[in-house]
Structures are given as structure tokens and as C-alpha cells.
Antibody
Framework: EVQLVESGGGLVQPGGSLRLSCAAS????????MSWVRHAPGQGLEWVAN????????YYVDSVKGRFTISRDNAKNSLYLQMNSLRDEDTAVYYC????????????WGQGTLVTVSS | DIVMTQSPDSLAVSLGERATINCKSS????????????LAWYQQKPGQPPKLLIY???TRESGVPDRFSGSGSGTDFTLTISSLQAEDVAVYFC?????????FGRGTKLEIK
């Protein structure tokens, strides 16, 4: 059974940093693109970033470019999101997702971890 | 960016009746080289993450009941639940995966009438 378990969320002040982690199991992690998707209160879902199977390519939504970094450790079956210079509008539930083999949509999601940016 | 617009925002349907949710993209998500629409649908129940229902606009994910169907092409798409069950109460989202950023619609909340 595919499982994705996020951790690392919490309350942080504007301008602060957090590192999210996602532990993957139940599939061959190194064979899949992975993504982070967030859901802000009262807003729709938003794709944040994705990373190639090998980690050699990564892409970001414009609003987080230069502030967030996605990475992975295939030996540890883990996905990460380093978030710096956090803003109020980054407040959201962050989901770790597995990309479908056919494209940039998501066939498995973690339960999510809440990031709250507030002073 | 491709903007996804869903309608209605909320919908109340009687048990056993048909529910129809619409999704419109600001530009075509039909890729001409393979004639596939890069459009997916998700279901999100309270307290749960989204669940993939449909991709390529009309292909059901494994395990999804056949009362769920997707249709449409180009810029206009529809998710239909043929006979609403109590467990279908949820928010439904469409998503384009034609080009980054991979935008979602704002969601349609489906309730029982």
C-alpha cells in the first residue's frame, strides 16, 4: 500500500523558515516524479513544486521561486520542501503527492501538514 | 497560466439523482499530437486529502465507481455522477496538467438535497 507521511509543519513568523519532510513507502520511490501541493484556507488547491525521479530537474510556481527548494533522497525514500522567507500567504496545508506515471497529476496524496505563517 | 473555472460553486442533489459539475479552462488543454485532454478530476471529503477520480478527461482511475464519468474536450469539461450516493458528498476539483503551473479549479461543494 502506497503511503506518504508529511511532517515538519507548524507556526512560524513572517520571514522565517521551515523544512517539510515526506516519508514514502509501498512503492519504488525512485521511479516517480514527486510534488508538493498546498491548500490555503478558503482557497483552491495550488501546485507548488515538483522534482524528477533522479532529482536532476525541479520546477516551481512563480510565487515561491527563490524562496522554496524541493529535494529528495532516494536512498531514504524521502521528499523535502525547504521554505525560506515565509509570508502570510504561504499559510496552507501542504500535501506530498506522487505524480501519476502518465503526467503531472496526482494519484496518491499524504494527509497533509499545516503551515501557519503569523506574527 | 491556464485558469480553471468551475461551476457551480455548490450543488445540492437528491439521492439517486444525477449531479453535473462543469470546468472551463482559459485555453485549450487538448494536446494535438496525441489527441488527449490534459484534465483530471479529484474528490475531497472532509478531513481527507484529495482523491484522483478521472484523468485524460474521461479515464476513470482504478477502483473508482462507474457512476463517475468525465466528458468534454478543448476548454469545456464535465464531471457527472449518474446516481448520487450519500458517500459522494464532497468537494470536487478539476486540474489541468497541460502546462505548468498545473492549476486547479476552486472546487464545487456537492451536498444532498
Amino acid at each position: 500500500e502506497v503511503q506518504l507521511v508529511e511532517s515538519g509543519g507548524g507556526l512560524v513568523q513572517p520571514g522565517g523558515s521551515l523544512r517539510l519532510s515526506c516519508a514514502a513507502s509501498g512503492f519504488t520511490f525512485s521511479n516517480y516524479w514527486m510534488s508538493w501541493v498546498r491548500h490555503a484556507p478558503g482557497q483552491g488547491l495550488e501546485w507548488v513544486a515538483n522534482i524528477r525521479e533522479s532529482g536532476s530537474e525541479e520546477y516551481y510556481v512563480d510565487s515561491v521561486k527563490g524562496r522554496f527548494t524541493i529535494s529528495r533522497d532516494n536512498a531514504k525514500n524521502s521528499l523535502y520542501l525547504q521554505m525560506n522567507s515565509l509570508r502570510d500567504e504561504d499559510t496552507a496545508v501542504y500535501y506530498c503527492t506522487r505524480d501519476h506515471i502518465y503526467g503531472d497529476f496526482y494519484d496518491h496524496w499524504g494527509q497533509g501538514t499545516l503551515v501557519t505563517v503569523s506574527s | 497560466d491556464i485558469v480553471m473555472t468551475q461551476s457551480p460553486d455548490s450543488l445540492a442533489v437528491s439521492l439517486g439523482e444525477r449531479a453535473t459539475i462543469n470546468c472551463k479552462s482559459s485555453q485549450s488543454v487538448l494536446y494535438s499530437s496525441n489527441n488527449k485532454n490534459y484534465l483530471a478530476w479529484y474528490q475531497q471529503k472532509p478531513g481527507q486529502p484529495p482523491k484522483l477520480l478521472i484523468y485524460w478527461s474521461s479515464t476513470r482511475e482504478s477502483g473508482v465507481p462507474d457512476r463517475f464519468s468525465g466528458s468534454g474536450s478543448g476548454t469545456d469539461f464535465t464531471l457527472t455522477i449518474s446516481s448520487l450516493q450519500a458517500e459522494d458528498v464532497a468537494v470536487y476539483f478539476c486540474q489541468q496538467y497541460y502546462s505548468a503551473p498545473y492549476c486547479f479549479g476552486r472546487g464545487t461543494k456537492l451536498e444532498i438535497k
